[in-house]
């Protein structure tokens, strides 16, 4: 039997590496070929987002002491376990995160505030686990925060961490945006919320930018949008379950680069 078949849910970061590359969707998610473990920057952005999560729900002081050791304990956890993976690391790197991130912590909560007045916290890292329409599998993702304002809307955050920032281009780019469009349209779904009381956003917290070093933008996510992004969807569930592997050469060194590019998996 196709072990695709067996599986029964689709997630945003398979869908988004199928859209790069379907033979690269086979390595990963058929053949359980893995190349990339990780790297400081995966390292850093889980810190963060431990440190986002708690915050929000209070499970930490906001006391900028205690933001701080929250986001070391778990950058070590991460950077621990790429080294048990053999993976290499610039030490320069590691050391002017840790820096960055001291000032980095302190604008999360103060941002929201900024952004949204008051809220009332629904929920962090929300699981969904919901049944794509017109197919036997589901939709699965987390959703890093959900807040209620006082006009009665869901806003839908997900936070990024990068350098300096996002340009026009990468703050519109189709399959970027669709991860918000995904967690709206299941995220009403799963509660029968009318979509048009959710609004979507990217949280960006800028690792090495001088002066905004947070910034909350929203998404648009219309109707049009969601039938656009669920085609994709079960375009790709389509050709998955059907074996529809083909290269996507464009690919290989387009962006960040393939991993398996002029590799034993996959030679040109």
């Known amino acids: 039997m196709n072990e695709e078949k067996t599986r029964n849910h689709v997630s945003f970061s398979e869908l988004k590496i199928w859209n790069e590359c379907p033979y690269k969707h086979k390595l990963v998610y058929i053949d359980k070929i893995k190349e ?15 440190v986002c999560e708690k915050a929000v729900l209070k499970e930490i002081s906001l006391s900028k002491k205690d933001l701080v050791e929250c986001f070391k304990q778990s ?15 610039n030490k320069k790197l590691i050391k ?10 302190t604008y999360i ?3 929201l505030k900024k952004e949204f007045g008051n809220y009332k916290v629904i929920s962090a890292e929300e699981e969904l686990h919901e049944i794509i329409d017109d197919q036997n599998k589901k939709y699965k993702g987390f959703i890093d925060l959900v807040i209620k304002t006082d006009d009665g809307k869901y806003h839908i955050i ?3 961490t ?14 970027t945006t669709y991860q918000l469009v995904y967690y709206k349209h299941f995220f009403s779904k799963k509660y ?13 917290l800028k690792r090495t930018a001088k002066s905004n070093k947070a910034e909350i933008f929203k998404v648009t996510s219309g109707n049009k949008k969601v039938e656009n992004s669920l085609k994709l969807l079960n375009k790709a569930i389509y050709n998955i379950e059907h074996g529809n592997f083909l290269k ?11 991993e398996f590019y002029n590799t034993k998996h996959c030679s040109r």
């Open 192 to 204: 029968d919320i009318d979509a048009k009381n959710i609004e979507v956003y990217f949280a960006l």
């Open 96 to 105: 002017d995160m840790k820096l960055q991130a001291e000032d980095l912590v």
């Open 109 to 111: 909560i103060p941002e």
């Open 75 to 89: 950058f070590l956890k991460e950077i621990q376990s790429l080294i048990k993976n053999n993976v290499n690391l």
């Open 248 to 258: 996507n050469r464009l690919s290989c060194t387009s962006g960040y680069g393939c």
């Open 158 to 160: 997900d936070w990024k």
């Open 36 to 50: 990339f473990l990780g790297n400081e920057h995966t390292a850093f952005g889980t810190a963060i987002h431990e």
């Open 162 to 175: 990068c350098s300096w920032g996002w340009d026009s281009r990468r703050k519109t780019d189709r399959m």
